[in-house]
């Protein structure tokens, strides 16, 4: 997996809409990272739901958030418009980003791991943990209380 002080590895991947998203975009901004393992799943809409009722607060502090499943366009697609996400969300069904973060589960879903990553892209923290709560919380620490 990577860890606290790596560089976040750049990827290409499509997202809900299919369009390809590259995370090289993200360079000058703070990112929340999310992986869940399945769109739509209780844990995954609670995680999902926390970050877009603060979202307008990681705006105003320049923080993207991106959502990253290895479920398809389609499934993305549904899933953001059924809760109104207004972030991106990958469609990793080739698996190639959860696999490059080390967050592939042995189900070949996603796990639910959190990275944050300053704006030159590095990663200054890691949540690894099954706890939604506790990636909202971290998140909001590292981003939103400053």
């Known amino acids: 997996m990577v860890a606290i002080g790596e560089k976040a590895p750049e990827f290409e991947a499509p997202d809900h809409t299919g369009a390809t998203f590259r995370s090289s975009a993200l360079r000058g901004s ?12 209780p844990g995954c809409t609670t995680e999902s739901k926390g970050f877009r009722d603060v979202y307008a607060e990681y705006q105003a502090k320049n923080v993207k958030v991106i959502g990253v499943s290895t479920d398809d366009c389609d499934a993305q697609r549904a899933f953001r418009t059924k809760y109104g996400f207004p972030f991106p969300l990958i469609a990793d069904s080739a698996k190639k980003v959860a696999t490059l973060y080390g967050v592939l589960g042995p189900h070949g879903n996603a796990r639910r791991v959190t990275f944050l990553i300053d704006p030159s ?10 706890s939604v709560d506790l990636h909202l919380t971290r998140a909001r620490a590292a981003f939103l209380a400053k």
Not at 30 to 41: E, H, L
Not at 122 to 129: G, N, P
């Open 30 to 41: 703070s990112v929340v990272m999310y992986f869940y393992p399945k769109a739509d799943t």
């Open 121 to 130: 892209g590095k990663v200054v923290d890691v949540i690894d943990s099954s």
